[in-house]
């Protein structure tokens, strides 16, 4: 039945949305894990404001390992949090440096080794630079799938856990981006626009129907 029910929901939201490319703005897996790490409590278009200038600067991670963190918070302070940011994603660069040989890796276990990088940011990393299974789980993903009553779950992993259950793989990384898409366009977080929604006939929250 749930296999069914998610099976619905993302191919109505396909028919909509189609497949969709992640909106940080990268040119390889470094600079996304550097984008998606800076995107942290901070609207995506406000990161690709700042990354090129960050990219020109420290393009790679063995340039970004030498970086003062200091310069780097100069060219993000527009950030929240960009003190810490800074200083994670220098001490990230270092890391991939030491440890995975200037190389950004492809597994959950050795992405969340580094520092600033959680289950989310890594499964963001995994789909997206990678084309690897990976569902990100961020506020939109989990209200939504909360309010269509797929999941009765507020944490981010046991939601993760549940989709990885019950969808291919194959659709984890573009199921997120649709969830996504869906909560900032129609699911908002304080009036949803259940009047126009395509997934009203399925959404336990919409008592209407
Ligand atoms: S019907 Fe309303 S609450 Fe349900 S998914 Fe659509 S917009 Fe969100």
């Given at each position: 039945m749930k296999k069914t029910a998610f099976k619905k929901v993302y191919q109505i939201l396909w028919e909509k949305y189609g497949e969709c490319a992640c909106p940080l703005i990268h040119h390889s897996p470094f600079q996304l894990l550097a984008a998606v790490m800076l995107s942290a409590q901070c609207r995506d278009d406000r990161v690709n404001m700042v990354t090129p200038e960050l990219f020109r600067r420290w393009p790679t991670p063995a340039e970004m390992a030498l970086a003062d963190p200091e310069e780097v918070a100069q060219v993000i302070r527009t950030l929240g949090l960009f003190a810490a940011k800074s200083r994670n994603l220098v001490a990230c660069a270092r890391v991939l440096v030491q440890d995975f040989g200037g190389e950004v890796p492809q597994t959950m276990a050795d992405l969340t080794t580094l520092p600033g990088i959680g289950r989310k940011s890594a499964n963001v990393v995994l789909g997206n630079a990678f084309g690897l299974p990976g569902f990100p789980v961020d506020t939109h993903v989990n209200r939504v799938l909360n309010r269509l009553g797929l999941v009765q779950e507020s944490s981010p992993e046991k939601i993760e856990r549940i989709v990885n259950e019950a969808t291919d793989p194959a659709i984890w990384s573009n199921f997120s981006h649709l969830l996504i898409l869906h909560g900032r366009d129609?699911?908002?977080?304080?009036?949803?626009?259940c009047e126009v929604c395509p997934l009203a006939m399925l959404c336990r929250m919409n008592k209407k129907y």
């Open positions: 129609i699911c908002h977080a304080r009036k949803p626009e």
